[in-house]
């Protein structure tokens, strides 16, 4: 029997769920979604890249026993499965990152809990409680002093690393959001952990007599750093024990500067194509990223991720975990059995395309498993 047993109906995919959520939420909270930066190159790239790459399946050997399980940092994971940072998820659902992180943990998925959720750091591990491990996403705040209480706060409430995001400095040219004129931030989504900051609030509305929404011009002065440089992260060093995770890196020398300055593990990923667009898909970063980090350090990847042998070839070129974005926030537009439907999906897919690659362990995933399409000779 399986390692990773489930039951009920797997048949509603990724693009069935983005259907459903193209029906049932306003156009503007879709398509801040569903859309890339600029002309949506690099968005498309992300999941082309997985058609470029072939799966070689071994044949007749015995299947019958099979375990996802991988070994990433302090952690055992049950599945090489990781739920990317998503912002601003009440524009989703109302309980928004209270149901995936809920739906995430009963399937033991960790999840990435971003700076700009709609609940604070605190209610989202105390959803979680304890059932699958969290990560804290830190939008470096353009003020370390709330840098360091919200890396404090979140070691507090027992997230087992900091994943910094390095490829906002500034928001993408999202043209769809500025055709809707849409910033889900003016919505007063996303601002719990400001609002629950006490260095925040110490600092920005010293007479404590600004409401919620009018604390948003503050934290849109703050939320993004634009002059943030490696030498930084040694200060960040000092300031937590936990993991310090890199997301947002494409560029085989910066994955190299990262080994140097002593991080703990890379996320190769270009925002899910919302940030640079014209740059190459995550995939392509990925392989070639592994080649000079040599396992080193964990390698995790994220951008066009939509099916179980995606998530063997990102395996095979060198993650040893890969996160979704979209496609869980898609099932979240039903709320936490939405996202569990999604994940058991994805999960199963996953299972079944291991054992049909003629493969037990996803940890022996590895190069063999794939070779780069050559076309018809
Ligand atoms: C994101 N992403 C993101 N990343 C991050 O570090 N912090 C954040 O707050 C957000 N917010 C966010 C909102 C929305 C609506 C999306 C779609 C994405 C990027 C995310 O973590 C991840 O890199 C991509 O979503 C991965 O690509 P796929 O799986 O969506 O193709």
Redesign the pocket.
Known sequence: MAAFDVSGDYTVTVEEWEAIAKRTLPAPAFD??ASGSGAEETLAK?TDAFRRWDIIPKVLTDVSERDLSVQLLNEKLETPLML?????QTIVHPDGELAAARGAAELKIPFVS???SSFSLEEISAEINGQAPCYF?L?WPADDNVAASFVARAEAAGYAGI?V?VD?PLLGWREKDMHHRYFPIETGAGIANFLNDPVFQATYNQDGDLRGNEQIPAIKRILLRQNLTWDRLAWLRQQTTLPIIL?GIMDEEDALLALDYGVDGIIV?N??G?QLDGTGSALEALALIANKIQGRIPLLV????RRGPDIIKALALGADAV?????Y?YGLTEGKQGVKAILTSLLKDLDTSLAITGRTHISSINRSVVRQYQGFK
């Open positions: 801040y979604v992300n990317a940072p998503v912002g601003f971003s700076t700009v996403q939008y994943v995001t906002t997301k990923s925002h899910g919302r994220d951008g066009g991720i996160l979704i974005g979209r496609p926030i």
